[in-house]
Nanobody
Framework: QVQLVESGGGLVQAGGSLRLSCAAS????????MGWYRQAPGKQRELVAL???????NYADSVKGRFTISRDSAKNTVFLQMNSLKPEDTAVYYC???????????????WGQGTQVTVSS
């Protein structure tokens, strides 16, 4: 069993900052990558940021220069520092991890339950 538990969402004014955390736990053998997606009402889920096992990162154009993804590999935890938040960043943010469980040979995607981020204008 693998669980991804997110924390850190909330309500913030435009221009403010929030930091999201996501900890993966369970029978994890190896993590390929971890990342954050978001889904606003009426829109499709979209990639926000991704961090690979080798440390490389990938960001959506809309958040480049404002958001920073980082990780604590020893704790299987990923963070998303969000600065200069805009009302259009309002969404449910989901943690994602592509990982291999102990005793398995394939990598699978796992998701957190989501955390609401609301940015007021």
């Amino acid at each position: 069993q693998v669980q991804l538990v997110e924390s850190g969402g909330g309500l913030v004014q435009a221009g403010g900052s929030l930091r999201l955390s996501c900890a993966a736990s369970g029978s994890i053998f190896r993590i390929n990558h971890m990342g954050w997606y978001r889904q606003a009402p009426g829109k499709q889920r979209e990639l926000v940021a991704l961090i690979l096992s080798g440390g490389g990162t990938n960001y959506a154009d809309s958040v480049k220069g404002r958001f920073t993804i980082s990780r604590d590999s020893a704790k299987n935890t990923v963070f998303l520092q969000m600065n200069s938040l805009k009302p259009e960043d309002t969404a449910v943010y989901y943690c994602n991890s592509n990982l291999r469980r102990a005793g398995e040979i394939v990598y699978r995607d796992y998701w957190g339950q989501g955390t609401q981020v609301t940015v007021s204008s």
